[in-house]
């Protein structure tokens, strides 16, 4: 009689075992819903024209072909495994509840003539040919980059702000989207045109769906996704300022992408805060066409717990006498991660560019992780300047001990280095109320994680 080792599990043993989930790779996106499908059922219940319905089903063709990672520089720092949306189920034309209240800042008749600030279906029904000359092809939007083409496809919300040729507007244009319901996703666009010699600023705001949602113990409440994308095209001598203060719950996965075409003698300046969400997956892609146009952008992030940044910037100089000053800078709490990643490129054609790129983590405890990757590409040799820096590591101890020499506390030194690392984007932010709002976020982080470090102290 043969006996089954006792080691051996047996056919009986093996059946009643419950079967572990299938591994994901780091790079498997977390969710289904984005097919052909999908895209016909968009165009069909929203009642797209026919060429709408074809340019969906071509964008999702491409992203079912791409990979999430088309850069082999970067493919080795995605990670979306803390991303769990496989019952996701995408908004068509329903939408969290404060999607009505999004532009409450504009009351008609208070934008000057020239001036639109109105949602992608206004935009349709006002001026067929404009939007569909904006939207057909995906022109604003990166061709090789599968998410990018995931709103391309299966956008289902979307503004478009146009300011007029030689229209100078004083006052910030407030864009609010809220984060999707937990179980949901949320895809969104935004397209701003800024014409020939107009100016205009933009804030927009990332918030919360709703009040926190308990569930019973041993359950997880189901996360939420959003994706939103910025498209900015920008005029010969225009200037565009936009800020945005994302500080969704901790619950939703968050992917975005902002892209600026900028023309001959225009000026782009970027001012993002990234704060909340568990997954966060930024991309900006600077394209100066024109000569002596500049972008200047800054992004950064506060992290604490387990939440995780992936941050990436493009900027590609083709224009002559072109200038771009780019900063990236991280702080983290707890088990907090980030990835700063930028490629600067400077074409053949964009003699006497002027760029630079740097990108600073600042680790607050042990656990957390930064890694800072930038790179520069250069054909053309006849630049102005064109480099790039980084660092990453805790508080500078030097700075600490000059704060405490004058008689500060420890802790409120350690407060005000880190806010001051952060204060660049505060600074940029264009309304007043948001940027005394994002200082009272950025001050509730602090507080959040010193009582976090205290307790986990305590245990």
Known sequence: MTQTPASTPTAAARAATPLRPPRRSPSDLPFRFPDAALAERLATERGEPEWLRADRLAAAAAYDALPVEGNQLYTPYVDLRAAVLDEAEPYI???????????????????????????????????????????????????????????????????HVEVGAGIKLERPIALRWPAAAPGRALITRTIVTIGDGASASIVEELVPCGPSIECAEAETVPQGFFHGTTEAILGAGSSLAFASIQEFEGGQVTFQHRRAQIGEGAAMQWALAQLGGRLVRSRVDNRLEGDRSTVDQVEIVFGGEQQFFDLTSYTRHIGRDTTGNLLSKGALLDRARSYMKGLITIEKSAIGTDSFLGEFGMNLSRATRAVAIPSLEIDQPDCRRVAHASSVGPIDPTQLFYLESRGIDPDEARKFIVLGFLEPVVARVPLESARERLRELLEEKWAAGVAAAEASAAA
Do not use: C, N, Y
């Open 93 to 159: 034309l329903d939408g969290p509840a404060e999607l009505g209240d999004d532009l409450r800042a504009i009351e008609p008749g208070s934008l000057p003539d020239g001036v639109q600030v109105e949602t992608m279906s206004q935009w349709l029904e006002r001026d067929p040919d404009a939007f569909r000359r904006a939207i057909e092809g995906g022109a604003s939007l990166p061709e090789d980059d599968k998410l990018a083409q995931l709103a391309r496809g299966f956008w289902s919300h979307g503004r």
